[in-house]
């Protein structure tokens, strides 16, 4: 999972032109074994994050109840189509991501949030750990205004967490979800595979507050 270590976003100029159809990946959730792609069931929503390596990150959610199905792939970048060994190159723009779709009558969003920010150190830019690169940065990435707003309050609840620890600034980036590629089959649900596999994600050990008395509005969304 060592990207190539490149710290600085592609210019259009940089960026490598992809393909115009998906590449192939798998058709199941390796672990729940419901569609990875849908249709999903009436009801549930979707959540977006990039938090270092997506193999420790996609298990950080499937794990969590109330959660239908999870995947992995390419987001936030501007290549389309991407194969992980050109997102690898820093060439595409895109983050190494988790696609969440959950049912918000069993699990909020905010348990979501709290999930991301204490599985990974949001405050290292464009690396986590010993992998380096774009690929690798921090992001939220949300699919309603109520999410975006949630996302926000989060971020500045958990830095003044963070400060108390003496931590950097968070660099997390919070967009409006992107298009979603979804990576490869051998990617999808790997450390239930290979639960031996390497992944580099850790957390700061700082709890973040959400869900103890600190509620979001909107976070449900």
Not at 201 to 212: D, E, K, Q, R, W
């Amino acid at each position: 999972m060592f990207g190539f270590e490149k710290i600085a976003m592609p210019t259009s100029a940089e960026t490598l032109p992809g393909r115009s159809q998906p590449i192939a990946t798998a058709t199941d959730h390796f672990v729940s074994h419901r569609p990875l792609k849908g249709p999903y069931p009436e009801g549930l929503a979707k959540a977006m994050f990039g938090l270092g390596c997506f193999w420790g990150a996609e298990k950080a959610f499937w794990q969590l109840p109330g959660v239908y199905v999870t995947a992995v792939g390419y987001a936030g970048g501007l290549t389309p189509n991407p194969t992980y060994q050109e997102v690898c190159t820093g060439r595409t723009g895109h983050n190494e991501v988790v696609l969440v779709v959950y049912d918000p009558k069993k699990i909020a969003y905010e348990t979501l949030l709290k999930t991301f920010w204490e599985s990974h150190d949001p405050t290292q830019g464009m690396r986590q750990g010993n992998d380096i690169g774009t690929q690798y940065r921090s992001g939220i990435y949300a699919f309603t205004a109520a999410q975006r707003q949630a996302a926000e309050a989060s971020k500045a609840m958990y830095q003044k967490e963070l400060d108390k620890k003496r931590y950097g600034a968070i660099t997390t980036e919070i967009l409006d979800a992107p298009e979603f590629y979804f990576a490869e089959d051998y990617h999808q649900q790997y450390l239930a595979k290979n639960p031996f596999g390497y992944c580099g994600l850790g957390g700061t050990g700082v709890s973040c507050p959400i869900g103890i008395g600190a509620k979001l509005q909107g976070a449900t969304a």
